[in-house]
């Protein structure tokens, strides 16, 4: 009870932290606070194969994906500088359009409250081997009823591994840069303290 | 689950909102990607949250489809803001307008 209030607080704050930091790497912290704190709230859903997934997956591959772009977008000889944002002219009636939404959704699951069923024997309690949300009954789920989306699953990623390697690739996009002159950048040189007295 | 499944909901329904101001508003897509990681996981509380109340699995498959689409989704993206960036050196989408009518 304690848990999901502390939990749904840090998570509003860290989701709103990444929504206006400046800095991208500031973003991504607050994304990775969001991401734990949503691996937690799982736990206090007895989703623990999922809170498990969602460390891994999101905490360890999306973000090291983030910070290594940002690390790499950042390296170049022009600063990392972004334009302004839509801020004066769109973030009020953004706000309200979000806060109408919200105030729909909020009210129309709470009109229709859901009784929550008890997990029965059968479905074992939390801790068990064959729990209801467990490795071994999340995975048998997966690997017979489900077996097609698993298997589209595979199929979706590979299909992203190749498209990643096209479009980011040492080629570029199609080998269209093999056609173009590369871009040299021009760097200042680097005056010493010395060479500059001596002038 | 002793907080009320329409708690978890209505935590959901906020979040998912924070994440549209986010990609509406900024131009950053570093950010805006950050912002549709936001809405992914908002969607993945719903469903799991309702998959605790019925006691179902299927929620629990559909959240792991959800982060499978949501990685594959990310790492199409940031290939495209690098190629962007190297062949234009900005970082901004209003900016990236070639394929414009």
Request: net charge negative; hydrophobic share 15%; aromatic share 6%.
């Given at each position: 009870m304690i848990a999901f209030w502390i939990l749904a607080l840090l998570m509003i704050a860290s989701a709103v932290f990444v929504v206006t930091a400046r800095q991208p790497v500031h973003s991504v912290v607050g994304l990775l606070v969001n991401f734990i704190a949503l691996a937690a709230m799982y736990l206090t859903l007895q989703a623990e194969f999922l809170a498990v997934m969602q460390i891994v997956v999101y905490s360890g591959a999306i973000l090291i994906l983030f910070v290594f772009v940002i690390a790499l977008l950042s390296?170049?000889?022009?600063?990392f500088v972004v334009g302004p944002d839509r801020a004066p002219r769109i973030v009020i009636p953004a706000v309200v359009a979000a806060v109408l939404a919200l105030a729909g959704i909020t009210l129309t699951a709470l009109r229709t409250p859901v009784t929550v069923m008890q997990t029965t024997a059968t479905n074992g309690?939390?801790?068990?081997?064959?729990?209801?949300?467990?490795v071994a009954n999340f995975g048998a789920a997966l690997f017979t009823t489900h077996l097609l989306p698993f298997e589209i699953t595979a199929f979706i990623l590979m299909v992203a591994v190749i498209g990643v390697v096209l479009i980011a690739?040492?080629?570029?996009p199609a080998g269209l840069s093999r056609r173009k002159p590369k871009r040299n950048i021009q760097r200042e040189p680097i005056l010493r303290q010395s060479d500059k007295v001596g002038r | 689950m002793s907080v009320a499944p329409e708690n978890y909901v209505a935590l959901s329904a906020v979040l998912f909102f924070i994440g549209v101001v986010g990609v509406i508003a900024r131009r950053n897509p570093l950010i805006m990607l950050m912002s549709i990681e936001l809405l992914f996981n908002a969607s993945n509380l719903a469903l799991v949250t309702y998959a605790r109340a019925w006691v179902d699995n299927v929620g629990h498959i559909f959240a792991f489809l959800v982060i499978t689409v949501a990685a594959a989704e990310a790492a199409i993206a940031l290939a495209i803001v690098v190629v962007t960036f190297r062949s234009r050196q900005f970082v901004d989408v209003d900016e990236v307008s070639a394929l414009k009518g």
């Open positions: 390296s170049g000889t022009k600063p309690t939390t801790g068990d081997a064959n729990a209801f949300g467990s690739g040492d080629e570029g | -």
